[in-house]
Structures are given as C-alpha cells and as structure tokens.
Nanobody, 125 residues
Framework: QVQLVESGGMLVQAGGSLRLSCAAS????????MGWFRQAPGKEREFVAR????????YYADSVKGRFTISRDNAKNTVYLQMNSLKAEDTAVYYC??????????????????WGQGTQVTVSS
C-alpha cells in the first residue's frame, strides 16, 4: 500500500508560481515512478509530468513544457511540481500518482496504482 498526500494548491494570479508537494508513505518510495495529473471541471484527467524512480528522467505534457518542473527527494519520500508562468488554463485539481510496478511510469492514468486526494490550483486572469 502507498498513501499519497498532496499540498500546496491555492489561488494565484496569472503569471505567478506555485510549488506542489506530494508526500508518500508505505512501500519503498525510491523504487517507483511518480506522476502528476490534473483535472479541470468537465474534462478528463490529463497527464502533466512524470519522473522515473531515480529522478534522472522527466517527461512533460506539451502544454506545460518549459513552465513546470517535476522533481523528487527520495530521502524525504516527496515529489514536487514547480509551476511557473501560470495561466488560467492551468486551473484544475492536481493529483500525484504512484506507478509501483514500473520505474519509468507512463503518460496514462491507468498505468498508476495509487493516487492522492488532489489539491486545487486556481489561476485568476
């Protein structure tokens, strides 16, 4: 079992920055890939970013590339999402997810085994 708890979501103005955190507990954090997804009202959950178990490889959705950075601290069992130059279209509930069966993760929600409860990010224009 893996428990994931996101934090850091809030209301921010367009052009601003936020850092989301996701604290994990349970199975060995350093052995599995982590991802961030988001879901806006009336839309499907979409991939944002993922990071391999080692942290050496990261992958991003085209919509956030160059603005968002995913990172992890395996000593703290935490994955982060640094979000810069935020836009109104970034408004969504952000979820972190763990793929405990793969060190690499994937861009699809179905690849992930555990999810956090989500944290709301609202960007005002």
């Amino acid at each position: 079992q893996v428990q994931l708890v996101e934090s850091g979501g809030m209301l921010v103005q367009a052009g601003g920055s936020l850092r989301l955190s996701c604290a994990a507990s349970g199975r060995a954090f350093s052995r599995y890939a982590m991802g961030w997804f988001r879901q806006a009202p009336g839309k499907e959950r979409e991939f944002v970013a993922r990071i391999t178990w080692s942290g050496l490889r990261t992958y991003y959705a085209d919509s956030v590339k160059g603005r968002f950075t995913i990172s992890r601290d395996n000593a703290k069992n935490t994955v982060y999402l640094q979000m810069n130059s935020l836009k109104a279209e970034d408004t969504a509930v952000y979820y972190c997810a763990a793929d405990v069966n793969s060190g690499g993760g994937d861009d699809f929600p179905a690849a992930y085994d555990y999810w956090g409860q989500g944290t709301q990010v609202t960007v005002s224009s």
